[in-house]
DNA sequence: TTGTAGGCGTTATCAT
DNA sequence: ATGATAACGCCTACAA
């Protein structure tokens, strides 16, 4: 009856005092036993014993401010619903789960205002790093990374003298791969379908395609830009087939080439008889359409493999000096470029 | 030069100590002025500034430890592949995020095993609460749920007996109004392709459809099994075209239905001229199909901002009854079975 | 309004 | 091997 609390939490649950107590020993002890470091084998008996018979369970967050570290990591991501995020989280996430951590989840919605937000608040130290993958990389962005006391990894491209670890891929190649393949197929008018020119991998793929076309001797005029969405791939082959009548296109990512490929078959064309077409990415979406599409590979689940290694890397030795890792792309052929099945 | 720590953190980064210190005034007024509670112009004038000078961020583990809160709601998912889900995390996350705080997202892989390791694990308390929406459930999960010290919400069919708040949907009538709708349009030999019937909506879905075939005097013998997965989806239909010639087939969920449209194509079927398609769940994938697949809601979105509302209800009041919300089915029509385009 | 002091639950140090 | 004690960084009575 309102008797003061003894050992217990706050909230009436067991804490290492408890233990101590109904093993007879100190906390010290308690403790020791319960991180399996020492005790003599009647300390260890009794204060298992304790331990099991109140039903203890160790506090994360005051061990938490103990070690300074929480067994989280975070990962920022524009837009959850695209599966090339989802893949790269997947990958991230066992690497995480394997090294007894836990992934956190962030959705920026691409805003260059969020993201920052974010990665200032890696100042209040709730995570042990975090890896982003941002399509606009801003001054603010870079500040922000750099300021940040806890280790941040970026997927994407990032100035060369940013001394951030940051795993790459070469979308403008693997744009090239794309025509590349497409003229071999014996398409002349190659269109592509692109996101904003705004950010990164808009204006790396942008610079692949108009290559690549300039390369076989091409012009470069049956280009639309829309955002890295369905509805908008759809849209902007309606704009492109309003205008024009190309033989094959070139998407900026699967989401714009499976909103490209409804289009392409409500206005009564036929893929790849008609048109052919590749995206990018290579996320299931490209396997999950009929006809299947045909998509360049950037090896998301091996940047996000990467990318949670070169996290830990750093959070187990914060010396390191900045690593980048560069992922090739390559093209996977399906029956919409004229491939298999 | 090895001079002794004085006010900062063990990293270099100041604290409260290092604010005050540098504004003159105590570690009390220093915080008082942080957190907006008391303090006279002149020292909340010198407190701010100081803060700034050295750059001060609160640690947010001290704060957890003090506050016996994190700010963190984990939600424990099977696949987070299967559009449903990231449908539920984004109206989580909007919730959740509205209210200040962060998602943590666990994927499961539908092991109980690792559920329940999940669920135990929150006595750890490193997260304010929990929404897990179990594909199965077993006694240890109802277990682990009742004894967690922390809030838990689980969006799913559950024993009515198991005091904890949940969401659920009715996806046994959702199967009905799939197969009614087929029927209604002239199918008579109506398939179904589930999910594992080990499973809730597995076996919900099960007994839905094969009530609703059993009103209308047709038999239930054009079933197959397989998991929740495209992949499946498409072997299934393949198994089902391989023994019978149905005329329209509702699918346990979105990403089967998607896989059974690529069997119905593959083998030269139309949809819905030939067969009729029905999918589960009316995720974005229905829509990006071409044609796009009819589809039965259980309003994911809803789900998961009911889920995550009463979950932060729960935080704020622990005391509360444990709540039920039922979410109603809903058919939407698309071109797959015979609506517009 | 201000400062002192104690506690949140854990681990680490340092005598014993 | 063990126990008393001091952090970890923050917040908050309580007293001045």
């Given at each position: 009856?309102?008797?003061?609390?003894?050992?217990?939490?706050?909230?009436?649950?067991p804490?290492?005092?408890?233990v101590?107590?109904r093993?007879?020993?100190?906390i010290a002890?308690?403790?020791?036993?319960l991180?399996?470091?020492g005790?003599?084998?009647?300390?260890v008996?009794?204060?298992?014993?304790?331990a099991?018979?109140?039903?203890?369970?160790?506090?994360?967050i005051?061990r938490s401010?103990?070690?300074?570290?929480?067994?989280l990591i975070?990962?920022a991501v524009e837009?959850i619903?695209?599966p090339v995020?989802?893949?790269?989280m997947?990958?991230?996430?066992?690497?995480?789960?394997?090294?007894?951590r836990?992934?956190l989840?962030?959705a920026?919605?691409?805003q260059?205002?969020?993201e920052t937000?974010?990665?200032r608040r890696l100042?209040?130290?709730?995570?042990?790093g975090?890896i982003?993958?941002?399509?606009?990389v801003t001054?603010s962005?870079?500040?922000?990374?750099?300021a940040?006391?806890v280790?941040?990894?970026?997927?994407?491209?990032?100035?060369?003298?940013?001394p951030?670890?940051n795993v790459r891929?070469?979308?403008r190649?693997?744009?090239?791969?794309?025509?590349?393949?497409?003229?071999?197929?014996?398409?002349?008018?190659v269109?592509?379908?692109n996101?904003?020119?705004?950010t990164v991998?808009g204006v790396?793929?942008d610079?692949g395609?108009?290559?690549?076309?300039?390369?076989?001797?091409?012009?470069?005029?049956?280009?639309?830009?829309?955002?890295?969405q369905?509805a908008?791939g759809?849209?902007?082959?309606?704009?492109?087939?309003?205008?024009?009548?190309?033989?094959?296109i070139?998407c900026?990512?699967?989401l714009i080439?499976?909103?490209?490929?409804?289009?392409l078959?409500?206005s009564?064309?036929r893929v790849p008889?008609?048109?052919?077409?590749?995206?990018m990415?290579d996320t299931?979406?490209?396997?999950?359409s009929?006809p299947?599409?045909?998509?360049v590979?950037?090896?998301?689940?091996?940047r996000g493999?990467?990318?949670?290694?070169?996290?830990?890397?750093r959070?187990?030795?914060?010396g390191?000096?900045?690593?980048?890792?560069q992922?090739p792309?390559?093209?996977?052929?399906?029956a919409s470029?004229?491939?298999?099945?």
């Open positions: 009856m309102g008797r003061k609390r003894l050992h217990d939490a706050a909230d009436g649950r804490t290492v005092h408890t101590a107590a093993a007879g020993v100190s002890s308690a403790s020791r036993v991180n399996g470091v005790g003599s084998a009647e300390t008996r009794r204060v298992r014993e304790a099991a018979a109140v039903g203890y369970v160790p506090n994360a005051a401010l103990q070690s300074q570290r929480t067994g975070a990962f837009d619903g695209n995020y989802v893949a790269m997947r990958a991230i996430e066992a690497v995480v789960a394997e090294s007894g836990q992934l989840v962030h920026t919605s691409g260059v205002a969020s937000a974010l990665l100042a209040h130290r709730y995570v042990d975090m982003i993958s941002p399509i606009r001054d962005h870079v500040e922000a990374m750099t940040s006391p280790p941040v990894v970026v997927i994407g491209q990032l100035p060369d003298a940013v951030v670890d891929t070469d979308s190649t693997g744009a090239g791969l794309a025509v590349d393949h497409l003229v071999a197929g014996g398409r002349t008018r269109a592509f379908l996101g904003p020119l705004d991998p790396a793929r610079a395609f108009r290559a690549a076309v300039a390369r076989h001797g091409m012009s470069a005029d049956l280009i639309e830009v829309g955002d890295f369905y908008a759809r849209a902007a082959a309606e704009r492109l087939l309003a205008r024009s009548r190309p033989d094959a070139v900026a990512n699967d080439a499976v909103g490209a490929l409804h289009a078959l409500v009564g064309l008889e008609d048109v052919a077409l590749v995206g990415d299931e979406l490209a396997q999950m009929y299947q599409i045909s998509s590979s950037l090896g998301s689940e091996i493999r990467l990318a949670a290694q070169l996290l830990l890397d959070i187990a030795d914060a390191l000096p900045p690593r980048r890792e992922v792309p390559s093209l996977v052929i399906r470029s004229g491939g298999g099945a």
